[in-house]
């Protein structure tokens, strides 16, 4: 099952089958995505463990390390944040909310242009990505996680240094353009 969230974003069901063993969650498929209109190459996939009410973000990287990703929560739960960066997109500026967990077998697919973060309902709780272009670390950025609008039901998160350093969304000269079909 597809849901078209934010203008070329999606909230994806992952197939997923269950039995007395456990669960099986396929978390990628070609054919399967192409379908839901994502074309998405991998280039690099990474992991976090984040404790409860921890919050990472709100990240993206930077033109010509661009990135699309897809995020899902394979244990515990997180509150899942994404902000339409895109100067021309019909959603530019907007967020979205909603939680993936391994119980729910969700994820988001997060096109270029976008900011991303979350925060852990749970402790342990483990973020997935799968993304489309390598790690550039001086594109890697963001915008302050507390200054467009959102509110985050958490009055002392557990942040690092560096996403508290980041410019609030009021001063953000966002560098994306919206063409449509990304
Ligand atoms: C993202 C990233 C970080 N690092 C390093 C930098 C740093 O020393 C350490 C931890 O990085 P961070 O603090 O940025 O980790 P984290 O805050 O978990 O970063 C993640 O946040 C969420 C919201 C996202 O959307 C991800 O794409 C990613 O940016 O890992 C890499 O080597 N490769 C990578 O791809």
Known sequence: MIENILTDAKLITLPAFFDVRGAFV???NES???QYGIQFELKESYFSISKKDVIRGMHFQTPPHQHAKIVFCPQGAILDVIIDLRKGSPTF???FAHELSAENHKAYYIPEGFAHG???LTDDAVTYYLVSSEYSQPNDTGILYNSFGFDWGVQEPVMSARDLSFDGIDVFNT???YTSGQ
Do not use: D, H, V
């Open 26 to 28: 396929k978390t990628f």
């Open 32 to 34: 399967l995505f192409g």
């Open 93 to 95: 500026g907007e967020y």
């Open 118 to 120: 979350f925060k852990s």
């Open 175 to 177: 560098p994306f353009m």
